[in-house]
Nanobody, 120 residues
Framework: QVQLVESGGGLVQPGGSLRLSCAASGRIFSLWSMGWYRQAPGNQREVVANIVNNGRANYADSVKGRFTISRDNAENTTDLQMNSLKPEDTAVYYC??????????????WGQGTQVTVSS
């Protein structure tokens, strides 16, 4: 069974920074993509950033230039460095792992979510 465990959420003032981390554990043979999604109250879950195993990253337009995603392929971990945070970044952030190969084949997995609140 694959599990994704997130950490690093919290309360920060506008303009501040937070770093989210996610670790995938279990009998993982390979892992194609890791990324972050977020969901604010009343909104649909949206992609924030993702990174594939060759290091290519993609970002939502709303976070380009402020957020940076990184990944450690050997450890199956991903971090999201969030700078210049705005109140509209407030949401529950979910870690996602896509194309995870295990004995059961290829599947996607989600973390439990971590709250990020940007407020003065």
């Amino acid at each position: 069974q694959v599990q994704l465990v997130e950490s690093g959420g919290g309360l920060v003032q506008p303009g501040g920074s937070l770093r989210l981390s996610c670790a995938a554990s279990g009998r993982i043979f390979s892992l194609w993509s890791m990324g972050w999604y977020r969901q604010a109250p009343g909104n649909q879950r949206e992609v924030v950033a993702n990174i594939v195993n060759n290091g290519r990253a993609n970002y939502a337009d709303s976070v380009k230039g402020r957020f940076t995603i990184s990944r450690d392929n050997a450890e199956n971990t991903t971090d999201l460095q969030m700078n210049s945070l705005k109140p509209e970044d407030t949401a529950v952030y979910y870690c996602h792992a896509g194309g995870v190969q295990t004995y059961d084949g290829f599947n996607d997995y989600w973390g439990q979510g971590t709250q990020v609140t940007v407020s003065s």
